[in-house]
């Protein structure tokens, strides 16, 4: 009989996954599912992608890849660092990587011993402390405030650092809040670091291009360049590229840390598909102009959504500052029974009577370690969208 591996006995399915699993069902079943689960662009890959994925094969370049990447790729994301991040990297510093997940999978690997432990600011993307402690990793969390706008204080990072802290992660533009990091934010946050010497910083900046109000991503290494012997970059082509599929992510930091992690990925994978590698470096050359289109239709659905969420009684919802989700807070509703009648004690139990009755996929806020809250993604259609602020409105409206 197969027994998992310790490692994996108290792992738990990501919500996320579990979430996007039981509305395929449901769909299966003929249900109008609306699913706002996942972080999923719901626009095409660009043009430039497919050609040079084409061109790719066209040149005959089938063969194993180089594990760290290809050349023209790990140039692409160079000329990347420094149009959009002001950062001048060597190649030596890059590797690209299937996904910004595999990126983050191959440093934890790469460093984590048993009981190191791994500050995770909360809310949180849900692979963080699920790979960390794949490795061993201890994940210590810091809540943030919604009175904050869900940004980490220093002081609180502070507080959570110990000896045995091996990585502080921090992932902003925030899936699943949308907040951003502004100067201050990351000066305040920088001295801390300075203070602890022995943490590294892993800066996920996967949703840099994806602000709102006229507001520009910042990296840690804009605001303390003296960190940068510390900080590990992840990023990828999924969100901003809408390439999800495609399985194309990056890192960038310090020559050893990068070194380990290729040792890793040498002894996983064998590098990235050559075609996809052709694909992400022609849309990284492109301009930015559909990246830009992208990131304003997002903008605007974010007033629809956010806007109709704000109208609801019930429901407080702060508008996000970046990224593609809304994270609505539900505690005025918990306790109270769902028009079908569920007791809706958590917001797991929101999350499922809303599929299960409205038929709206979305994921539980204590998926990402705060809860009550509702994370929806507004990367789908417009008529989707509206149709989904409807059901929600009725939904909620039949609460008791
Ligand atoms: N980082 C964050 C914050 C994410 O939300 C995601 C995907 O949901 C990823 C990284 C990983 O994306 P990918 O592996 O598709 O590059």
């Given at each position: 009989m197969f027994k998992p591996a310790e490692r994996l006995a108290t792992l738990p399915t990501p919500a996320t996954i579990a979430m996007a699993a039981r509305a395929r069902e449901l769909k299966a079943q003929g249900k109008p599912v609306i699913s706002?689960?996942?972080?999923?662009?719901?626009f095409p890959s660009p043009n430039a992608a497919l050609e040079g994925a084409v061109a790719e094969v066209r040149a005959g370049h089938t063969g194993y890849p180089p594990i760290p990447g290809q050349k023209p790729l790990l140039e692409a994301i160079a000329a990347k660092f420094k149009r959009d991040n002001g950062l001048d990297v060597s190649l030596e510093q890059l590797m690209v990587c299937n996904g910004g997940k595999q990126a983050i999978f191959n440093a934890f690997m790469a460093s984590l011993n048993e009981g190191d432990e791994v500050v995770v600011p909360a809310p949180?993307?849900?692979s963080y402390p699920l790979i960390a402690r794949m490795f061993g990793g201890v994940p210590v969390e810091v809540p943030c405030r919604e009175e904050d706008g869900f940004r980490p204080q220093a002081e609180a990072i502070r507080a959570a650092?110990?000896?045995?802290?091996r990585w502080l992660v921090l992932n902003f533009?925030?899936?699943?809040?949308g907040a951003i990091l502004e100067r201050a934010d990351l000066e305040a946050i920088a001295a801390v670091l300075r203070d602890a010497p022995h943490v590294m910083v892993m800066s996920d900046e996967i949703y840099e291009h994806l602000t709102f109000d006229g507001k520009a991503h910042l990296s840690l290494l804009n605001v303390a360049p003296d960190l940068a012997e510390r900080v590990l970059i992840i990023n990828g082509m999924s969100k901003a590229y809408a390439m999800t599929g495609w399985r194309v992510g990056f890192a960038c930091g310090p020559v050893p840390l990068i070194k380990a992690m290729i040792k890793v990925q040498g002894n996983a994978t064998s590098g990235i598909c050559t075609l996809a590698q052709g694909g992400a470096a022609a849309a990284l050359r492109e301009d930015m102009a559909g990246v830009q289109a992208m990131r304003a239709t997002y903008e605007r659905r974010r007033g629809v959504v956010v806007g109709a969420l704000q109208q609801i009684t019930g429901l407080s919802c702060a508008m996000p500052q970046g990224a593609f989700y809304a994270y609505p807070g539900l505690s005025a509703l918990m306790g109270m029974h769902s028009a079908g009648g569920r007791l809706l004690k958590d917001d797991v139990a929101f999350a499922e009577a809303l599929l299960e009755e409205a038929h709206i996929a979305t994921v539980p806020g204590s998926a990402f370690g705060y809860g009550p809250h509702l994370r929806l993604s507004f990367a789908a259609a417009d008529a989707e969208l509206a149709e989904a602020c409807e059901r929600l409105k009725d939904f909620v409206a039949g609460i008791k």
């Open positions: 706002l689960a996942l972080g999923e662009p719901d949180y993307w849900v650092i110990t000896l045995r802290t533009p925030n899936n699943p809040t």
